[in-house]
C-alpha cells in the first residue's frame, strides 16, 4: 500500500525515532513552500527564510534515512496547496493518507476539507511538539472553573513528576519562582555571545529568493543568526545550558539597550517548527541540572516556560480561540501607523523593541508583553491590527501561539478567559526595568495609562488586582492630569488613525 506522509513547515520532527526504517519506504513525503501562506499576513523576511531553509534541509534528512521525498520549491504563481497536494496523491495513486495534528485551525480546516476529497482512508498523529494532549487539555478543563496558568502548571509539575520531592512537593518549597525572576541587569552585566552561524552558499542563494519575492515585508535576510537544521538546533539547546541557563532566571523579565538576548535561550523558533522537541529540552535541562549548579530560579522559570505557559497556549487556543478572536473587550478602533513597523513613534521603549524586531525577528516576552503589548492597549489599537503585527514582526510567530498570547495576555481583549487583569504600565516601569532617556515621550505614556484607567474606571473597581489604581487616580493633581492627559491624545493623534 502506498502512503502519503504530509509534512508541513511547522512539523519538522525526528521521523528516525518515529517511523521504524524497515517502513519507511511505504511512504512518500509530501512537502510544499506555499505562496499564501508566505503571504496572508507580511511575515517578517527572516521568518520565511527560516522556514524554506529548515524544510530543505529536513528534505535531505529525510533522503538520508530513506525516505521518498516529494518536495516542491517556492513558486508564487502555482496552484493552491490544496490542489497541489490532490495532484500528489492522484500522481502517486496515493492510497492512505497520513499526518501530524495540525495546530492552526484555519489550515486544519482546510486540510481536512481536501482530505475528504480524496476519498481514501486518512490518519492523524499526535504532535511531538507538546506534551499534553488535547484531550488532556479538555480533561483539565472539565475540572476547572477557569483556565489559569497556576493551576494548570502545577498539574503539569505533577503529572510529569518533575522538580517533586518523595512526597509530590515542590522542591524548593514553593511551586513558582517567578517573584525572584524580575532582577534588574548590574551596571557590569555583559551577555554570553550567541553561537555564530554560517551559511553554504546555496543556503545565501534562499536569501536572496526571499529578497526577491517579499521585498516589502518587515526585517530583513542580511542579519539572520539562527541554526537551521536539527543538529544545528540541539547544539543551540546545549549552548543555552552551558552559556545562559544559570543566570537566566533573575534576569528573565530585564531590558538591555546592549543586549539584545541577554540570557534568554531563543529555543521558540526550533520548538516551534518541530526541529526540537519539549520532551527532549527537557530530559536535557533536567540532566544538565543533575550534573550541574543550577539556582532554583533559573531551573524552575525555564521548566515554568516550558510545560507549563507553552502547553497552556496551545490548550487555549484549541479551546477558545475563535471566541478570543471575535471578542473587541475594550471596543479599541484605532489602527497602527508605519511608525509602528519602522521603530520611529518616539517612545524609545518601544522603539528599541521594534527596531530590534526589525533586526533579528525577536524580542523577550516582556518585551512583547509590557511594552509593545501594554502600548497597543493604551494607544487603543484594534485587536486585529495588534495581531497582524504580533503575527509579522516575529521569527517564531503562528496562530496558535500569538492568538492567545495576543487577545489574551497583551490585550486582554478577550476580557479575561485566563488572565485577570490587563498588563499595562506607565513610563516610570521602563524607567525601573531599563535605561531610556527621559523626555516628553514619559507625560504621553503616563497620559495614555491613567485615562485608560479613567476610561474603563468601572472595570477597574470591580477587580479587586485594579482597585486601588482608581483611588490613585482619584487622588493626582488636576493640573497634573490635564496636562499628561493632553499630551496622550496628541501622541495617540500621530501614532494611530481611526480608519
Not at 535531505?60 to 516542491?72: C, I, M
Not at 546555496?202 to 518587515?218: A, G, Q, R, S
Not at 526540537?276 to 549548579?293: G, H
Amino acid at each position: 500500500m502506498k502512503k502519503a506522509l504530509l509534512i508541513l513547515g511547522n512539523q519538522l520532527f525526528d521521523l528516525s525515532s518515529i517511523i521504524p526504517k524497515e517502513k519507511r519506504l511505504e511512504y512518500s513525503v509530501f512537502i510544499r513552500e506555499d505562496n499564501e501562506l508566505c503571504t496572508y499576513y507580511r511575515f517578517h523576511k527572516q521568518k520565511i527564510l527560516f522556514f524554506f531553509l529548515a524544510m530543505r534541509a529536513y528534505a535531505e534528512e529525510l533522503k538520508s534515512l530513506g525516505f521518498f521525498v516529494h518536495y516542491e520549491h517556492y513558486d508564487p504563481n502555482s496552484e493552491s496547496y490544496e490542489n497541489q497536494f490532490l495532484n500528489f496523491i492522484q500522481v502517486n495513486n496515493i492510497q492512505e493518507i497520513h499526518f501530524f495534528e495540525i495546530e492552526d485551525t484555519f489550515f486544519e480546516t482546510r486540510m481536512l476539507s481536501c482530505f475528504q476529497k480524496t476519498g481514501i482512508k486518512w490518519i492523524q498523529h499526535k504532535s511531538p511538539m507538546f506534551l499534553t494532549s488535547r484531550n488532556d487539555f479538555k480533561a483539565y478543563l472539565q475540572t476547572h472553573k477557569k483556565p489559569f496558568m497556576k493551576t494548570f502548571y502545577e498539574a503539569q509539575r505533577k503529572t510529569f513528576n518533575i522538580l517533586l520531592n518523595e512526597k509530590s512537593e515542590p522542591i524548593g518549597g514553593k511551586w513558582s519562582f517567578d517573584s525572584e525572576n524580575r532582577k534588574k541587569l548590574p551596571k557590569n552585566y555583559c551577555a554570553p555571545n550567541l553561537p555564530k552561524i554560517k551559511f553554504s552558499k546555496n543556503e545565501i542563494k534562499t536569501f536572496d529568493t526571499v529578497d526577491t519575492h517579499f521585498p516589502n515585508h518587515p526585517g530583513n535576510t542580511k542579519d539572520f543568526w539562527l541554526p537551521t537544521d536539527r543538529k544545528g538546533a540541539k547544539l543551540w539547546l546545549q549552548d543555552f545550558l552551558k552559556e545562559r541557563f544559570v543566570q537566566f532566571g533573575p534576569y528573565e523579565d530585564a531590558f538591555s539597550l546592549d543586549f539584545p538576548f541577554l540570557q534568554h535561550s531563543v529555543l521558540t523558533p526550533f520548538l516551534n517548527v518541530g526541529l526540537l522537541t519539549p520532551k527532549e529540552v527537557i530530559e536535557s535541562t533536567l540532566d544538565y541540572a543533575k550534573k550541574n549548579s543550577v539556582p532554583m530560579e533559573s531551573l524552575e522559570g525555564f521548566i515554568r516556560q516550558i510545560i507549563g505557559w507553552r502547553e497552556f497556549i496551545r490548550g487555549i487556543y484549541q479551546n477558545f480561540g475563535a471566541k478570543q478572536e471575535s471578542i473587541n473587550y475594550f471596543g479599541h478602533k484605532r489602527k497602527l501607523t508605519k511608525h509602528w513597523y519602522d521603530g520611529t513613534t518616539g517612545i524609545p521603549p518601544l522603539d528599541f523593541v521594534i527596531q530590534k524586531c526589525n533586526l533579528y525577528g525577536y524580542a523577550h516576552h516582556i518585551e512583547r508583553l509590557m511594552v509593545v503589548g501594554s502600548l497597543m492597549v493604551l494607544f487603543e489599537i484594534d485587536p486585529k491590527d495588534a495581531y497582524r503585527w504580533f503575527m509579522e514582526m516575529f521569527i517564531d510567530s503562528s496562530d496558535w501561539v500569538m492568538g492567545p498570547n495576543v487577545y489574551g495576555m497583551a490585550l486582554f481583549s478577550d476580557g479575561g478567559i485566563f488572565a485577570t487583569k490587563p498588563y499595562i504600565c506607565g513610563s516610570h516601569y521602563y524607567q525601573k526595568m531599563g535605561s531610556f532617556p527621559k523626555g516628553d515621550w514619559e507625560l504621553a505614556v503616563d497620559g495614555l495609562y491613567w485615562s485608560f484607567i479613567e476610561t474603563h474606571k468601572d472595570q477597574f473597581s470591580k477587580n479587586p488586582r485594579t482597585s486601588v489604581l482608581v483611588g490613585n487616580l482619584h487622588r493626582m493633581q488636576k493640573e497634573r492630569k490635564e496636562i499628561i492627559f493632553h499630551s496622550a491624545r496628541l501622541w495617540k493623534e500621530t501614532l494611530t488613525t481611526l480608519n
